[in-house]
């Protein structure tokens, strides 16, 4: 019989200092994914929002704040949840909330209408708003119950209540927020309402301040945008003035109006009830007649009490 010898282990060959190295990276990939995984934070529920939309969400340095967070963080509080705000393009909220799985509630100033109603539950309305028309007083539209304009700068002046009604708009190019409603109104108007067949473009862009720019740099004849945000603009843009937006009606003008809602998948009824208990308490007015929307907004964009309640 041959004895066979054991063979020799070479430890120098296991500890080369290939292998140390490897085997600290591996030790450092463990222990930073494991860091990774605890700083994780898991969050309740998501709500998109498109933080271009003072005074209801909008940038505060890196931070998004406003009406709709406060309302949010309202519904984190009863719920004792954690929510998690993520700014996105304003048209793809409603899809991603009715999707349910990026997204569990919408919060962007959204307005109630039939086609994103059979998508998502609304909350009970919070606020009511009338679109404008913002414009350079150089280029106009018709007028009325008002003769002359006034930019805020001072250079001319607007008696009020003056107001633009659309057919002063024909075969104009006017501008919107992509997939707001004021884009959707005035799509629908020059596509089959009165600016029907008049030659009037809309082009959409990616937020109501990039429409501002467009008319000063002559690339858009007019704005459409929801009351606050319009005004905002006009303070930010003092060469800028904004009207009501009104339809025609033989038996009386009446303002373009639309209503805001929280949106909210369809198999979160929780999280619509929260919405709603939260939004019913903001809503009561005080002993002035003011509830707490009102008061943030004034809080978020310094508006005086009658500019609210206009």
Do not use: C
Not at 67 to 76: C, F, K, P
Not at 120 to 147: E, R
Not at 215 to 244: G, Q, R, T, W
Not at 286 to 309: P, R, S
């Amino acid at each position: 019989m041959v004895r066979r010898s054991k063979p020799k282990i070479n430890w120098r060959k296991i500890f080369s200092a290939e292998h140390i190295i490897a085997g600290l990276i591996l030790i450092l990939i463990i222990i930073g994914t494991v860091f990774f995984i605890r700083d994780i934070k898991v969050y309740d529920y998501t709500v998109e929002t498109n933080a271009f939309f003072a005074p209801f969400e909008f940038y505060d340095n890196r931070e998004i704040v406003g009406v709709d967070v406060e309302i949010i963080n309202r519904v984190a509080d009863k719920l004792d949840a954690t929510i998690d705000i993520k700014n996105v393009e304003f048209d793809i909220i409603i899809d991603n909330v009715a999707g349910g799985i990026i997204a569990d509630a919408g919060a962007a100033g959204l307005t109630i209408t039939p086609a994103r109603a059979a998508k998502v539950d609304f909350s009970i309305p919070y606020y009511t708003s009338v679109q404008y028309v913002i414009f350079n007083p150089s280029n106009a539209p018709a007028i009325k119950n008002g003769d002359t304009l006034e930019s805020a700068d001072g250079d001319t002046m607007i008696s009020v209540p003056a107001y633009v009604t659309w057919d002063a708009l024909a075969g104009k190019t006017l501008g919107s927020q992509m997939g707001g409603t004021g884009y959707l109104f005035a799509s629908d108007e020059a596509s089959e309402g009165v600016l029907a067949g008049t030659n009037t473009t809309v082009k959409g862009l990616d937020s109501h301040q990039l429409a501002a720019d467009a008319i000063n740099s002559h690339i858009i004849d007019y704005a459409i945008a929801d009351e606050l945000a319009a005004k905002f603009i006009v303070d930010k843009n003092p060469e800028l003035v904004a009207l009501p937006l009104y339809y025609s009606d033989p038996s009386g003008d009446y303002p373009v109006e639309e209503s805001y809602a929280i949106a909210v998948n369809k198999q979160r009824p929780e999280l619509l009830d929260a919405f709603n208990a939260v939004l019913t308490e903001m809503l009561i007015p005080d002993a002035n007649g003011q509830t707490e929307i009102d008061k943030l907004i004034l809080k978020y964009m310094g508006l005086e009490e009658e500019v609210i309640n206009e």
